[in-house]
């Protein structure tokens, strides 16, 4: 059976208390084949993407005793960890949608500063995009009929419905404008432009995005995320490890976790996503304010789930997300650059995209996004990132500050 890590044989200290809690920094991300990989299985991408994120922290594989991992079989953490040739000490399979990976990160930053884990793996990988061309699987159009879903699966209530059903109620409070929304999906494509392993890098005007099939009403095919296939990893690691790393270090700062509802009848506001809350924890223990990030990467769906996503961290007032966008902000050299890879409406999103959020932040904190770097306007690199995930139809939201130095 193959494995992630083939080498040496698994050993490390057994972690213990600390008298202070350990600074935790991520030391190592990176990306398996994406887009177009028919020939791979979820697997083989999660060790291709665990090899790689080990190799960009330069650490051997010996100090991992944590792992991660969510989406794959029946027991994620346990038959990824078999596979990967790892016994670890301490897992998490939280599984909350595409917030997994912002929580699941949170939850190791405190197990390392903790002292109940020295180095974290979080990894995941997908052939979603794969299996339906081969018709392994087929799209589904629920998550299920049992327990409180039952009572919106027989309304044909589909994932993507609730999102266009959000949208429209947010249209309807503020005014805001399928221009605007569209200006979302125009914006992912022009950064994705210089992303090498973006799916999409041609551009779009907001007139296609209007123009395009309509998928649930307001959104046409261009609203909504691609499907890929692909994979990534993060290495987390208490702040011991930090000098024995090939690359610079991206600290965790602080982080944030909510879930709100599963039924649409018991979410309060369809305006507000549950980000409000995990944005406003994460911020208020990294000691800083939406003013001070300068980049963002947020989970997107769908077009709306970066407007209102933006307006619940705090980086504009609730109901001026449309105006927020409509000015390209989120481009790459402006006010808030955001999803600077392209995001999951042009890049890749193979399921759960929270990990690759992760990715992307530390990136380009390190300053090595390649031609799609982010510079602030005096030139140096920025100093702050923001990551903030959205699973389920905004039932749950994980949010992480990341910082460098």
């Known amino acids: ?148 879903l039952q009572f919106e699966v027989p309304y044909g209530h589909s994932l993507i419905a609730k999102y266009a059903m959000a949208a429209r109620r947010h249209m309807h409070e503020y005014g805001t404008t399928l221009e605007q929304l569209a200006s979302v999906a125009v914006q992912a494509r022009a950064n994705a432009a210089t992303n090498p392993d973006a799916m999409f890098r041609d551009p779009i005007t907001v007139d296609e995005v209007l123009g395009g099939p309509m998928i649930a009403d307001p959104f046409t095919k261009l609203h909504c995320c691609i499907r890929s296939d692909g994979g990534c990893a993060v290495l987390l690691a208490a702040e011991e490890y930090v000098q024995d790393c090939a690359a610079a270090p991206v600290w965790v700062l602080g982080a944030g976790e909510h879930v709100s509802h599963t039924t649409m009848s018991e979410w309060d506001d369809f305006t507000v996503s549950p980000a409000a809350v995990s944005g406003r924890l994460a911020f208020e223990r990294a000691g800083v304010r939406p003013a001070d990030i300068d980049i963002a990467e947020i989970y997107d769906a769908f077009t709306y789930m970066t407007l209102v996503t933006l307006e619940d961290l705090g980086f504009c007032a609730k109901g001026e997300g449309g105006s927020f966008v409509e000015k390209g902000r989120l481009l790459r050299d402006g006010e808030l650059p955001t999803n600077t890879d392209g995001g999951g409406l042009s890049a890749q999103h193979p399921g759960m995209r929270g990990l690759f959020l992760l990715v992307e932040a530390v990136r380009q904190l390190r300053g090595a996004a390649g031609d799609g770097q982010v510079r602030r306007p005096d030139g140096t690199l920025p100093e702050l990132a923001v990551a903030s995930g959205t699973g389920g139809w905004f039932c749950s939201s994980g949010t992480v500050v990341l910082g460098r130095g």
């Open 1 to 148: 059976m193959p494995t992630a890590v083939p080498s040496t044989t698994f050993r490390t200290a057994a972690p213990t208390a600390p008298t202070a809690p350990r600074k935790v920094a991520v030391v190592g991300v990176a990306l398996s084949d994406c887009g177009r990989v028919d020939e791979a299985t979820p697997q083989a991408l999660h060790a291709q993407a665990a090899r790689r994120a080990l190799a960009d922290s330069g650490l051997g594989r010996d100090v991992i005793d944590g792992i991660a991992s969510a989406g794959l079989g029946t027991l994620a953490p346990v038959e990824v960890a078999e596979y990967l040739g790892l016994k670890p000490r301490w897992v998490d399979s939280t599984s909350v949608g595409g917030a997994t990976w912002e929580v699941m990160a949170a939850h190791a930053a405190d197990a390392i500063a903790a002292g109940r884990a020295n180095a974290v793996l979080l990894v995941y990988g997908s052939t979603a995009r794969a299996d339906i061309k081969a018709r392994r699987r087929t799209s589904n159009l629920s998550f299920g009929a049992r327990g409180p």
